[in-house]
């Protein structure tokens, strides 16, 4: 689930300076920088979670603070990145899932309904529910992760070749995208999942976790256009997606890895530029990003699902 409101990285620093009087300005420099994004005094780099939280989505806006759902029953945690410390914003229900998330400038948090085909729309500040859209039947569905762009919040369906775009804000009428082109609908399995917009804002990129691809998506048509992948064969279990710029960010969770790909103008093709991994991954899901660092939810897919079970977010730097 995201994703996402791109901010500036830091500029390098690299220089070629001598002196030890040049050195230690450059040293204080460096760091009234970490001051100024949040790295000192040390921001921390691992959140739990409830016990049982079964979390997937996560979330941030320009604040820091991080918003993580529960596919256990649709509840919402918010997490002050400052300081670790968090709590049950929104209370669930049972029979409700919050999957992926999107937090947009209004305020407003678009919430993935999972295998109920829901939409829902969760005031951030106060953690009350504002509205449910039925997006599609009760059964043979899965609404997994979501992305806003302009006038509308963008969802996936893993077990159907559809997109739902939902009218941001409190009302309007759903309307459902049928996936065409080069998309491949793949019967039992996990298809579309993780969505984020396209460079140039006027489309999306979907990545198909089964077999592994990324389509770039036309909002007009439905049109699909598989992504061409330069230096990797696929993107395999991939989950939620992130973009900064033309990089993009492709979590993909059973393999415990971020894979980083450069995109060209038209998102036509993503060229493999590195892979982030760290011994605290857990099947991370999805991912958002805050300043210099990339926030991730352990799903743990691979471990008992219980009520006992714990669960945590971590960062790593970009």
Not at 17 to 37: C, D, I, N, P
Request: aromatic share 6%; with cysteine; hydrophobic share 40%.
């Amino acid at each position: 689930m995201t994703r996402k409101h791109p901010q500036h990285l830091q500029p390098s620093r690299r220089a070629v300076l001598g002196g030890a009087a040049v050195a230690a300005f450059a040293a204080a420099a460096g760091t009234g920088s970490a001051q100024a994004a949040g790295r000192g005094p040390a921001w921390p780099t691992e959140f739990p979670l409830p016990d049982g939280w079964l979390p997937e989505g996560i979330t941030i806006g320009s604040a820091p603070f991080a918003y993580m759902g529960s596919r256990a029953d649709g509840a919402i945690h918010r997490t002050d990145l400052r300081t670790g410390k968090g709590r049950v914003l929104h209370e669930g229900a049972p029979g409700l899932a919050a999957i992926g998330l999107e937090l947009g400038h209004d305020g407003l948090l678009y919430v993935s309904g999972g295998a109920g085909g829901t939409a829902r729309i969760v005031d951030a500040r106060t953690g009350e529910a504002v509205t449910t859209h039925r997006l599609t039947a009760a059964t043979g569905h899965f609404v997994n992760d979501v992305v806003l762009l302009r006038d509308r919040a963008w969802f996936t369906d893993s077990y159907d070749a559809v997109l739902y775009g939902v009218p941001r804000g409190r009302g309007g009428r759903v309307r459902a995208l049928p996936l065409t082109g080069d998309w491949e609908q793949l019967p039992g399995v996990i298809n579309a999942n993780g969505i984020v917009s396209t460079p140039d804002g006027h489309g999306v990129i979907v990545v198909k976790s089964t077999p592994g691809e990324l389509y770039r998506v036309c909002l007009r048509t439905g049109r699909a256009t598989r992504v061409t992948l330069v230096g990797a064969d696929d993107v395999v279990n991939g989950d939620g997606l992130v973009r900064v710029g033309r990089t993009l960010y492709v979590v993909q969770n059973r393999l415990n890895v971020v894979t980083v790909f450069d995109l060209d103008a038209g998102a036509t093709t993503a060229t493999l530029r590195r892979s982030i991994t760290d011994p605290r991954f857990d099947v991370p899901a999805t991912a958002a990003r805050f300043r210099d660092r990339l926030y991730l939810v352990n799903a743990r897919f691979t471990s008992p699902q219980t009520p006992e079970t714990s669960f945590t977010a971590v960062a790593v730097p970009l």
